[in-house]
């Protein structure tokens, strides 16, 4: 079974802080995902990568950005965090391929004070 | 206009109804399409794939129209444990696929 792992289930951090969240994928996937969701708004993509080192802009990708230095590895950084970011954050992989599904993590419920 | 629409519901029905939920999409050069089950404060889990001449997974069946550019998502016998929100997926092409979320339909079953 695929598994991504986020590295915290429940973050809380203080307005003007960098916040960095990890995420972790065991199955060699080439592609990577973070998303927000927040109540009636449904999952919005911040960024994504397709591979190592590269990086694309999702729908809403202002005052965050990713670092993928490892396949397995993709972060999501709040450059200076907002109260406007407090969300779930949902990470998710998937192989290459107009078919292939993705997979997520847990969840980081993340709270800015 | 949004890209993939969904009715958020709540659909309220008794256990052993049958319910159906659709999903709209845009864009006609999307190439594949998944149902997701998320339950409150979990993360979005794979139900199905929707394939082009529809495809059934014990109680749940998935169609796919792509004349009318939208699939849906039948459960028979609804179950208790079946309350959750339904999450359709498109992917566009835009490079690669870029998966794009509708924003769920909430279905409760009582008892």
């Known amino acids: 079974d695929v598994k991504v792992t986020q590295s915290s289930r429940y973050l809380v951090k203080r307005t003007g802080e960098k916040v960095f969240l990890e995420c972790v994928q065991d199955?060699?996937?080439?592609?990577m995902f973070w998303y927000r969701q927040d109540p009636g708004l449904g999952l919005r993509l911040i960024y994504f990568?397709?591979?190592?080192?590269?990086?694309e802009k999702g729908d809403i990708p202002e005052g965050y950005s990713v670092s993928r230095e490892k396949k397995e590895r993709f972060s999501l950084i709040l450059e200076s965090a907002s109260t406007n970011q407090t969300s779930m954050y949902l990470c998710a992989s998937s192989q290459t391929g107009a078919n292939q599904p993705q997979h997520f993590g847990d969840g980081t419920r993340l709270s800015i004070l | 206009r949004k890209e993939v629409e969904q009715d958020p519901g709540p659909f309220n029905v008794p256990e052993g109804a049958t319910v159906a939920f659709n999903c709209t999409y845009s864009?006609?050069?999307?190439?594949?399409f998944f149902w997701y089950r998320q339950d409150c404060r979990k993360e979005p889990k794979l139900l199905m794939s929707?394939?082009?001449s529809g495809n059934e997974d014990g109680r749940f069946t998935a169609q796919l129209n792509r004349a009318s550019q939208y699939i849906s998502l039948l459960i028979r016998d609804s179950k208790l444990s079946d309350s959750a929100t339904y999450l359709c997926v498109v992917n566009v092409p835009g490079g690669s696929y870029i998966p794009t979320f509708g924003r769920g339909t909430s279905l409760i079953v009582h008892p």
């Open positions: 864009n006609s050069a999307s190439q594949s």
């Open positions: 199955m060699d996937h080439e592609n």
């Open positions: 929707v394939y082009s």
């Open positions: 990568s397709y591979d190592v080192k590269m990086k």
